[in-house]
């Protein structure tokens, strides 16, 4: 059995690592796709603010939310992720940075991640974030985590199969 790095990210990835692995036996070929995937919302975020909850960059962390983000950071610690996804929003973006100065993991801040703007429909968000994890789902990560508001989140399980 030997291991070879893939040379790149598809092209139309370029927001993806190209760190995946495939691994080769003498019967059959097996590329390593996603096979975890993490989807956490927010710590706490300061809601008493005069900063919209709808609007970038919204409300920061509470003081709680901080401490919420490094519970956070040392239950992914040993969970094997390859990458992080996160809202630009600053309630999302400091939660996920949090998890980055722990564990040492890349992260790109993705659009498709935000909270619903002012007016935009909620079959408009799920379609975003569906077609983000499509992406993500094609990408040579193994494990990644999602950081992310309700309504994008809700969009996103609602992709998910359910379990008997």
Known sequence: M???KFPSAPPRFPHIPAHGTMTRTRTKKRYRMLQEL???RHAQPNRNSSIRYDVEP???LTPHGEEEARQAADWLADRG??????SPFLRTSSTADTIVERLGLPISYVSALAEHGPGEAQDNVHQRVTSFLAEVEQS????CLLYTSPSPRDGLLSRMPSSA
């Open 38 to 40: 993490y989807l956490i």
């Open 2 to 4: 030997q291991n070879a």
């Open 81 to 86: 992720l390859d990458y992080i996804y996160s």
């Open 58 to 60: 919204g409300p920061p």
């Open 140 to 143: 040579p990560l193994r494990s």
